[in-house]
């Protein structure tokens, strides 16, 4: 059974770090994209970082020069590396998988872990 399993929530001051990891287990394709997209209260869903399988990244603007996004070639897991947080990155962090390399049908989504930044 497909599964995306999430870890690394949390409280941590403003300028603080946090690491996020996801990791995907059961039926996934070799080709494939993964990454993080994130909702706070009241807002839309938005994309914080997508990595495919090949490596091609991409980062949501208000996330650029201070997360990160990685991989480990051949494994279907991700770490998302948050550093000089503010209080406006609170919000619930989803993982997320696709086999659009565009990342345009990310189809399949992790149950969300809880960020908080405090100021």
């Known amino acids: 059974q497909f599964q995306l399993e999430e870890s690394g929530g949390g409280v941590v001051e403003t300028g603080g770090s946090l690491r996020l990891s996801c990791a995907a287990s059961?039926?996934?394709?070799?080709?494939?994209?993964m990454g993080w997209y994130r909702q706070a209260p009241g807002k839309q869903r938005e994309l914080v970082a997508t990595?495919?399988?090949?490596?091609?990244?991409k980062y949501g603007d208000s996330v650029k020069g201070r997360f990160t996004i990685s991989r480990e070639q051949g494994k279907n897991m991700v770490v998302l590396q948050m550093n000089s947080l503010k209080p406006e990155d609170t919000a619930d962090y989803f993982c997320?998988?696709?086999?659009?390399?565009?990342?345009?049908?990310?189809?399949?989504w992790g149950q969300g872990t809880l960020v908080t930044v405090s100021s």
């Open positions: 059961g039926s996934v394709m070799s080709t494939n994209i």
């Open positions: 990595i495919t399988s090949g490596g091609s990244t």
């Open positions: 997320t998988l696709g086999y659009d390399l565009s990342g345009q049908d990310l189809d399949k």
